[in-house]
């Protein structure tokens, strides 16, 4: 095969190449799109009550899951006619069965008897409560309430403007909505990105565990890959093609430089 030859056929690997690797880039791009649209809803908060895990206005990813999915620790997004038939964004703290007490000697949220941690709330200094006497208390309010079987208990991270369960003790449920009304577990922040909302350590070592993360951090990489393959497949093809044409017009100067005495 003469010079030229094998430089054309390199250009034409390298065309075939680039447009493989666009066409395989533009399949992993809009297949993650469209995994992201089906597994998750965005929804923006209006309200502070999730201050300061989520703010007012932010702009948040959510799983869409059936409540049997729910766990201790979730951020969900739920819908019930008791509190305004609207859809709603608070924290669930407990689960049929629990006894949701608060405070303890140290301000803290008990479950079961249990005191809980909850770092997603105020640092301490930070407190709404803290010109109260209460530094990082977990609620001004004191309350007592056992979730029926098949409810939940839900508080706001943000507890002294947060309008949750504990507005709803004299309700039937004490203050809990039914698994059923859960459409979506919020797993991160889009907008500011902030990322993904963690799972309490806390109520790791409870019955039931924490729920696992979703698939969010998979689809953005599928994304990314789709997103470096066609930009990196578009910007190959020329280059290839060029350097093919460079080392043909070399070989071709070489024979003639050779033909001459």
Not at 1 to 14: K, Q, Y
Not at 17 to 46: D, E, M, R
Not at 75 to 97: L, N, Y
Not at 99 to 121: F, H, Q, S, W
């Amino acid at each position: 095969m003469s010079g030229s030859g094998r430089h054309d056929g390199r250009g034409r690997l390298g065309t075939t190449l680039s447009n493989l690797a666009v066409a395989v880039g533009c399949v992993l791009f809009l297949g993650g799109f469209a995994w992201g649209a089906v597994v998750y809803k965005p929804y923006t908060v209006p309200t502070d009550s999730m201050t300061p895990t989520v703010n007012a206005g932010d702009r948040v990813l959510a799983e869409r899951i059936t409540g049997d999915d729910v766990r201790r620790g979730d951020v969900v997004v739920f819908t019930d006619s008791a509190w305004g038939d609207v859809p709603m964004v608070k924290r669930v703290v407990g689960v049929g069965g629990d006894k949701v007490a608060c405070c303890d000697k140290e301000g803290r949220l008990t479950l079961n008897g249990k005191p809980i941690e909850e770092p997603y709330l105020r640092a301490d200094g930070a407190s709404p409560f803290a010109s109260l006497g209460g530094g990082s208390t977990a609620s001004v309010q004191k309350f007592t309430a056992d979730v029926p079987k098949g409810q939940l208990f839900l508080l706001g991270d943000e507890r002294s403007t947060s309008m949750d369960s504990r507005v709803h003790l004299e309700d039937p449920g004490q203050g809990s909505v039914p698994r059923s009304a859960v459409q979506a577990r919020v797993d991160a922040i889009a907008w500011p990105m902030n990322g993904m909302i963690g799972r309490p350590d806390a109520f790791a070592a409870l019955p039931g565990g924490v729920s696992s993360e979703g698939p969010l951090p998979l689809q953005v990489g599928v994304l990314v890959v789709g997103v470096v393959l066609i930009v990196g497949g578009a910007a190959y093809g020329p280059l290839a093609a060029r350097s093919a044409r460079r080392g043909g017009q070399g070989s071709n100067g070489q024979r003639a430089a050779a033909g001459v005495r």
